[in-house]
């Protein structure tokens, strides 16, 4: 054999061997990712429910974690918060599904950011004679908690069919009181487009509440101020009376027999104070209704018959509307309800001319005193 065939015959088997090699580790590399691509699933759960009960209040569960590495994205699905000592049967929040992911948008300008989507949540509040059977959530930082599952800071927040139950199961009749179908947006709540305005956040919401009223809010913010900074706008319509009854039995002692509720609001808060107002309406109001209340006890009749008596003596009888508008200002530790303008709101509606159903002109930033 030539000593060149020789050469080319050990070339030939040193490049296939080294192709052995190299086909080995690639595998061996494949293998490995496969691997980690499966547990991290189960890695990141486990991570998201240490997270979850943290807290000596609350305990939380979640069903299962999808990864979207394409897209640095993670889904929790079914997570579910209950208040600990299982007198509360029904839990703190619970969601069909939590998109946490990069806001990719938002590198264009140089920002690392996150957002977050929650599909079907549902937050329950509920009033009970005592801590143990209630649940207000104020005991934990939740943020605290969310910021944990999120790596990067939160910039923007949606929210798609939501619900916001306030219940009161111990009281009699029962109550729940809620708005369900909302939709909310929140955006640039980290400033990652470092815009200068005063309020460069801003959040959007629209739900449906008990009794087909519709409910509408805009909020513009600073996050990053050292004390609230925000003007909100508000309205609530269309609430039909009749559908609040067992929430007026319990708290109120007594209830409609038909009747229109309506809610305009507007704040502005900086420097730590704060000023506004809400416009109240009544429409159509009946309270006292004969054949309908003649079953009830002598006490309970006595008392319908007063608040009946006196919604229909401050009502604009030609619109049959009661109506006032409350001026509300203070400090972040205390409020003040300004009485007088209150009932000379109330009375000039109902001797002098009514209100107009609709928002008076909105309070901003300029109109909170320094």
């Known amino acids: 054999m030539r000593p060149d065939s020789k050469q080319n015959l050990w070339k030939t088997f040193f490049h296939r061997r080294w192709a052995a090699r190299l086909t080995y580790w690639i595998v061996g590399i494949i293998i490995v990712l496969v691997g980690i691509r499966i547990a991290l699933p189960f890695a990141v759960k486990a991570y998201a429910n240490r997270q979850l009960n943290k807290s000596h209040d609350y305990r939380g569960s979640i069903g299962d974690v999808t990864l979207h590495l394409w897209r640095g994205a993670y889904q929790i699905h079914d997570l579910k918060i209950f208040k600990t000592g299982g007198a509360v049967p029904i839990p703190l929040f619970s969601t069909r599904l939590l998109d946490l992911s990069l806001e990719w948008s938002e590198l264009f300008h140089g920002a690392l950011v996150s957002k977050i989507i929650m599909a079907e949540p549902k937050v ?122 067992n929430f007026l039995r319990a708290y109120g002692k007594f209830d409609v027999a038909h009747g229109q509720f309506a809610l305009f609001t507007s704040f502005a808060g900086r420097d730590g104070k704060y000023d506004g107002y809400c416009k109240v309406f009544f429409d159509h109001l009946d309270v006292f209704d004969w054949k309908k209340d003649h079953t009830k006890s002598a006490l309970q009749i006595f008392w319908q018959a007063v608040v009946g008596t006196v919604t229909t003596a401050f009502k604009n009888q030609p619109k049959d509307q009661l109506a006032t508008k409350i001026p509300i200002t203070g400090t972040f530790k205390g409020t003040d309800v300004h009485i007088l303008p209150t009932i000379e709101t109330l009375l000039q509606n109902a001797f002098i001319q009514a209100l107009a159903l609709k928002m008076d002109k909105p309070v901003n930033l300029n109109q909170v005193p320094k």
């Open 124 to 245: 329950n509040f509920v009033s009970g004679p005592t801590k143990a059977q209630s649940q207000t959530g104020t005991e934990n930082d939740w943020g605290d908690t969310l910021k944990s599952l999120v790596p990067f800071r939160i910039n923007r927040f949606q929210i798609e069919n939501g619900q916001i139950h306030f219940q009161n199961l111990y009281s009699k009749p029962p109550v729940d009181i809620y708005i369900n179908d909302l939709a909310c947006i929140a955006t640039n709540f980290s400033n990652s487009r470092a815009l200068k305005n005063k309020l460069p956040a801003g959040i959007v919401a629209q739900a449906r509440t008990l009794g087909a009223g519709q409910l509408h809010l805009e909020l513009k913010l600073n996050p990053v101020a050292p004390t609230p900074t925000f003007e909100l706008n508000g309205q609530l319509t269309n609430v039909d009376l009749v559908s609040l009854n």
